[in-house]
């Protein structure tokens, strides 16, 4: 799993996954204890019961790392995530749990087309 790391006009960002649909994870440290986990597979994934298990799946990981108080769904793609988490521990735990989901998510991503 290769994570980049930058720092960008918005804040800290952290990307595993790119190029792959089923396992691009982002992570956006946005100021204090403000965090934005953005999952691109989340867009397309909208079939039951693949798509409400990827969401606990999410919410779980990001709920686990240390740090993390609260975390919510914000739009299709994007949590919010309150706290004071470490950025990569963030993207360590999300891209791993979309990676245990990632056979059954590039399959509907693939039969989408």
């Keep these: ?6 720092t960008t006009a918005s804040g800290e960002e952290w990307v595993c996954g790119q190029g792959d649909d089923a396992r ?14 953005d999952v691109s597979a989340a867009e397309f994934v909208r079939a039951e019961p693949l798509e409400s298990r990827m969401r606990q799946t999410v919410i779980d990981a990001i709920t686990g790392v240390p740090g993390v108080e609260e975390a919510y769904e914000e739009d299709r793609e994007a949590w919010t995530v309150i706290g004071h988490p470490s950025g990569e521990a963030l993207i360590t735990a999300v891209a791993a749990a979309m990676d245990t989901l990632a056979v059954d998510v590039q399959a509907h991503i693939d039969g989408l087309s």
């Design 1 to 6: 799993m290769e994570i980049s790391h930058s």
């Design 24 to 37: 691009m994870v982002g992570v956006l440290h946005i100021d204090g204890d403000n965090w934005q986990v």
